[in-house]
């Protein structure tokens, strides 16, 4: 009911995304970055999404996005690095 409400758009992405509605998903991931560019867990998703659907270059942005806020991640940089190694 209230469209500035972050937490419902993070829910309901995670939700499309368990479905393999990816675009979907990465619509609501990119609006709780809208409304909250401190949120770093839709980063971490929209750079999953991205690479999911093949968009390797923008998946990189994001994950690079995510890892200035959480630097300790190691997963998230195996996958940057995985990428880069691919040339993106």
Do not use: H
Request: one cysteine or more.
């Amino acid at each position: 009911m209230d469209p500035n409400y972050e937490l419902a758009y993070l829910n309901r992405g995670v939700v499309f995304s368990k479905m393999k509605n990816y675009e979907n998903a990465l619509n609501d991931f990119k609006q709780v970055i809208s409304l909250n560019t401190n949120n770093i867990l839709s980063y971490k998703n929209c750079g999953i999404i991205e690479e999911k659907l093949g968009n390797y270059e923008r998946a990189v942005e994001y994950y690079e996005k995510y890892l200035k806020q959480n630097p300790t991640d190691m997963n998230v940089k195996k996958w940057l690095l995985d990428l880069k190694n691919k040339g993106y």
